[in-house]
């Protein structure tokens, strides 16, 4: 029995050695460089460290969704993104172009993939653990980018979208984001203001719902969302404090009641179910003041909450459309 | 009994008894009036017990009113009736089972429950809260009778406990594969997983109540055949009391009232456990309560005072925003693991160790054999390990890598690849020799680093560590493992060492620690960065994710001291092992070789959990399986358990890594679920 084993362990083993000598790649090395052209660009990313690359990257990888729809902006297309499903549902703003490798999840993706890509630069965020970052840096030039910053969203939004743009030689396109993005907001603020919505107070939100249990997120004035509303004139109602990144607060059915009336917005997506709708019977939620006045909007799918300028504008025309439709 | 009670003495004695019972009663009702009447003024809106008041008493705003009757009445109620549901479940489940520690925890209910509702939420299908909670009961149900199956009813009091923690460790480890696998569809499910008692209005709680009733009113009707039961079966038939018809009864309706729970609030840990404990000793001064007539309705209430109480404490202690985030769950089981610790050192622990197993003594060919197919085995395992992946190698690629001229994509894909190879390997190997030296020490088969609080420690205080921290060394986080190991083994170690290592307290100690442990930990994740819990959850299942080459040197070089110290000292192991008396005979210094071994087995599961975070069961299952193939001498067993130990994480982790790229499952995960079964393949053997 004993020495069955045994034997069939060697077999087994010296099979998967034979079957697997040879290698995957071509014996000589053949180093790549040499038909690249000589304009080398070297940046500085948001957390300091140079990133010297041998010319504008064509084949990048990104690991978080607002990196991700950036460069799709900026019309260069991913060629490994993280949870293809999850951002092809959450941000349609910016859609896939090109036909990207799945690299895993956003918190955890494969090294290993991202290394068989062989990509000219990585794309990430600071939300991903420095310590893959540093063995990314092994792969790829790795260029981080400030994941969100509650002191200042659009200037860190306008920061990556310019690091990304030098990186990949987009800088043309990248002023043009900016601008459309600047216009954008001229545009719905003077809508906000000629349909007697200026300086209205806003509250802006999304939720869990789990067995009987809804947890509602605020998003405070220290998130992206925030941001931009007040950029549109409008005040920011939570009272919350919100975390020191992306300005966001967790409070329940009855941290509403301190919002007054308000214009309330949410974000939900079909893909995880409407926690608001659930609490159509809710007799708290029945009465608050912006419900009864019939000021709860649910904004369209596929605005990524934490995105780039493209989402960002997609965000202020639904924003315009809910508020001012009569 | 049914005698004495028709005599006038009985009928005397049985009024008095009465009179306190219903005093206690009373008095208990009180409190949670009181408690009650505090929970109802706190919560996030600014409505305080002014508003209250004019809610009650019908001249408040409208906008407080609805407050008070949406939201703080039924989280009030449901506090209520999940604390009445679980104590009276603890109280009915210990009654039968004539085992003072069944509960819904201890027998797994809890977690079946969550893993049905889990199954459910991931197929995507949206039930009403009935139908849910029909799928809870019958994962509870489940659960429940291969607990109570396997561990044999009345004895073996931690046989009972094991069984029930390592099936509630395998039944969350698969639930927590699938909140990764489904991510979209359970969302929020591990939050709910911790248990918290808020309600979106009555709806939930208007459901549930009817069915708490019915199991309540059910449990009432079969009290007094329980009460027989305590009399011994043999005595209990002869009353004609239908032994088994009361047993699946009562266990059916126990099961039913924790599942309605579990649906109500998650499973909000050891009120089932505490409460009946707290009841026991009343009794003996109010001998009313000796009945389980009268016992379980006042045990219900002794948990809805449990319940409540957390609740009111985390709201009062913590500021409102963040009291929504904290589960009411983690509360009790912080409460419960300490509750558990101090009635292990109150219970008078009269079993021994277990007789060694009885195993045949294999010749040293077979030893030999043994040695040389695992170690061809686990050399073919990590061959594999260093192959396949996202991207599959070839050996001809190793080599070039190897010896440093390997292209750019094979480089890269072996840089990231080798160093989580490596960390599993020692991992496993580590975890092994740890789970080796406690067995040996305590003489316990069934100890392990994981089941006593070692891991659970450890994890607490690496956590602690990567939350606090920006990027944290491989040494610091090492360190900070061992220093949370050091204090939850010093209390495990320490205190169960009173007693001279008996098994019925160690075991406990453990389990409350590691459950203490693992509610300080959600606590943490929770309170330190809400948004961001990634970094320390990933950790948490047991990852080699992300691992670099020097985040494996704390392990090797403690795993390295080990070997030696493990080979050079294998006669006092041997001695340690083999009871109380021989060592001392031979002049051994007992108590200062078991603090040695013990320190060296802590430091193995400190770096082991610092390289690979928390892997279950490997401690376990390594040495044991070691013992089964080569006999008890340590100069075998702990090389065969290394090899083992070692292969076992390295095939977790591959598995983990390769069947759903890219994404991946952490290696714990996947220890637990070949961890299980093993783990009652060896209760039952066990079985005397």
């Known amino acids: 029995m004993r020495r069955n084993l045994l034997a069939t362990a060697a077999v087994a083993v010296a099979a998967l050695s034979l079957a697997a000598c040879g290698t995957t790649e071509p014996s000589s090395d053949t180093p790549a460089a040499a038909d690249k052209p000589a304009g080398k660009i070297t940046l500085t990313d948001h957390t300091g460290v140079k990133v010297t690359l041998d010319g504008p990257a064509k084949k990048v990888v990104a690991t978080e969704w607002n990196v991700i729809e950036d460069l799709v902006a900026l ?52 939300d991903l653990s420095p310590a893959v970052v540093k063995q990314l840096r092994k792969v790829a030039p790795v260029l981080e980018v400030t994941a969100a910053d ?71 004035g220290g998130s992206l969302l925030g941001a931009v509303n007040e950029r549109l004139g409008l005040k920011n109602a939570w009272t919350v404090e919100g975390d020191k990144d992306y300005g966001l607060a967790t409070t329940d059915v009855e941290g509403l009641t301190g919002l007054g009336d308000v214009q309330f917005t949410y974000v939900a997506n079909d893909a995880d179910g409407d926690a608001f709708s659930g609490l159509a019977k809710n007799a708290v939620w029945k009465s608050l003041p912006f419900v009864k006045n019939g000021n709860v909007h649910r904004l369209p799918d596929g605005v990524w909450m934490f995105g780039g300028p493209r989402s960002m504008e997609a965000y202020i025309d639904s924003l315009v459309d809910a508020l001012t439709k009569k | ?201 009555f709806d939930g709680v208007a459901q549930m109540a009817p069915v708490i009733a019915v199991a309540f009113v059910g449990l009432l009707l079969v009290a007094r055949r329980v009460d027989a039961l305590a009399l011994g079966d043999d005595a209990a038939r002869g009353l004609g009391v239908p032994v088994r018809g009361t047993r699946i009864t009562t266990v059916v309706l126990a099961t039913l009232l924790a599942a309605a729970a579990v649906t109500l609030a998650g499973p909000i840990g050891f009120v089932g456990l505490c409460a009946p404990a707290l009841v026991r000793p009343l009794p003996r001064r109010f001998r009313g309560l000796s009945r389980s007539r009268v016992s379980l309705p006042v045990t219900g209430l002794v948990g809805a005072v449990l319940v409540l109480g957390s609740d009111v404490l985390l709201r009062a202690v913590v500021p409102a925003d963040l009291a929504v985030e904290v589960p009411t769950g983690v509360v009790t089981t912080v409460v419960g693991g300490v509750f558990l610790v101090v009635m292990a050192l109150r219970t008078r622990d009269t079993a021994g160790a277990d007789a060694p197993d009885r195993l045949r003594i294999p010749g040293s060919t077979a030893f030999l054999t043994t040695v040389v197919v695992l170690g061809v085995v686990l050399a073919g395992v990590t061959v594999g ?112 060492a009173r007693g001279g290592f008996g098994q019925n307290r160690l075991v406990l100690l453990g389990v409350g620690v590691s459950a203490a442990a693992a509610a300080l930990i959600s606590l943490v994740i929770v309170l330190s960065d809400p948004f961001d819990t990634t970094r320390a959850l990933t950790w948490l299942s047991g990852s080699t994710y992300g691992r670099t080459m020097p985040d494996t040197v704390p392990v090797a070089l403690v795993l390295a001291v080990g070997v030696v110290v493990a080979v050079t000292r294998r006669r006092e192991l041997d001695l340690v092992a083999l009871d109380e008396d021989t060592p001392r005979l031979l002049g051994l210094g007992l108590t200062r070789a078991r603090l040695g071994f013990l320190v060296l087995a802590v430091l193995l599961g400190a770096t082991s959990v610092a390289a690979a975070g928390t892997i279950g069961f490997v401690g376990l299952v390594a040495p044991h399986a070691a013992r089964a193939l080569v006999g008890r001498r340590h100069v075998r067993v702990v090389p065969v358990a290394l090899l083992l130990g070692a292969l076992l994480v390295c095939l977790a982790d591959l598995v983990g890594r390769t069947v759903i790229a890219p994404a991946q499952l952490g290696a714990g995960l996947m220890t637990a679920v070949i961890g299980t079964p093993y783990f009652f393949y060896l209760l039952v053997r066990t079985r005397r």
């Open chain 2, 1 to 201: 009994m049914a005698v004495i009670e028709n005599t006038a003495v009985g009928r005397d004695r049985t009024a008095a008894a009465t009179t306190g019972a219903v005093a206690v009663a009373a008095a208990l009702a009180l409190l949670v009036v009181v408690l009650a009447a505090v929970d109802i003024t706190q919560g996030t809106a600014d409505v305080g017990a002014a508003e209250v008041w004019h809610a009650l008493t019908g001249t408040a705003e409208a906008g407080d009113a609805s407050v008070v009757v949406a939201s703080r009445l039924p989280r009030m109620v449901a506090a209520v009736l999940v604390g009445v549901a679980l104590g009276m479940s603890g109280a009915a489940l210990q009654a039968v089972s004539r085992n003072v520690l069944a509960s819904p925890d201890t027998l797994a209910v809890n977690a079946g429950s969550y893993l049905a509702l889990g199954v459910v939420a991931a197929t995507g299908t949206t039930l009403p809260l009935l139908a849910s909670s029909g799928a809870a009961f019958v994962g509870g149900l489940a659960a429940t009778a291969v607990v109570l199956g396997l561990s044999g009813l009345g004895k073996g009091t931690v046989r009972l406990v094991l069984a029930g923690s390592a099936l509630a460790l395998g039944l969350n480890a698969v639930t927590e594969a699938l909140l990764l696998l489904f991510p979209q569809q359970t969302e929020g499910l591990y939050r709910w997983g911790q248990g918290g008692v808020g309600q979106n209005g």
């Open chain 2, 385 to 496: 390990a260093v192959l396949l992946g996202d991207s599959k190698l070839l050996l001809g690629d190793v080599v070039n890598w190897a010896q440093g001229h390997s292209g750019r994509v094979v480089t890269y894909v072996l840089d990231t690849r080798v160093p989580r190879v490596t960390a599993a390997l020692l991992a496993g190997a580590g975890l092994a020799l740890s789970g080796t030296l406690v067995q040996a020490v305590t003489r316990n088969p069934l100890a392990e680093p994981g089941v006593l609080g070692v891991s659970g420690g450890a994890g607490l205080g690496a956590v602690l560590l990567v939350t606090s921290v920006q990027a944290p060394g491989s040494w610091a986080i090492a360190a900070a493992a061992f220093g949370g190991a050091a204090v939850a083994s010093s209390i495990v170690f320490g205190l169960a």
């Open chain 1, 150 to 220: 509650a002191a200042d969203q659009i200037g860190t939004m306008n920061d990556s979208i310019d690091l990304i743009a030098k990186a990949t030689g987009t800088e043309t396109k990248a002023a043009g984001l900016k601008k459309d993005f600047e216009a954008s907001v001229a545009e719905g603020k003077k809508a906000l203001e000629d349909a007697g919505l200026g300086g209205a107070k806003i509250a802006s939100a999304d939720g869990y719902v789990q067995a009987n249990q809804v947890s509602v997120r605020a998003y405070t």
């Open chain 1, 75 to 126: 019309g260069v297309a991913p060629v490994g993104v993280a949870d293809v499903k999850g951002y092809t549902a959450w941000n349609t703003a910016a859609p896939l172009t090109g036909d990207p490798k799945d690299i895993g999840t956003r918190g955890e993706p494969s090294i290993d993939t991202v290394a068989a890509l062989a990509p000219d630069l990585v794309v990430a965020t600071t």
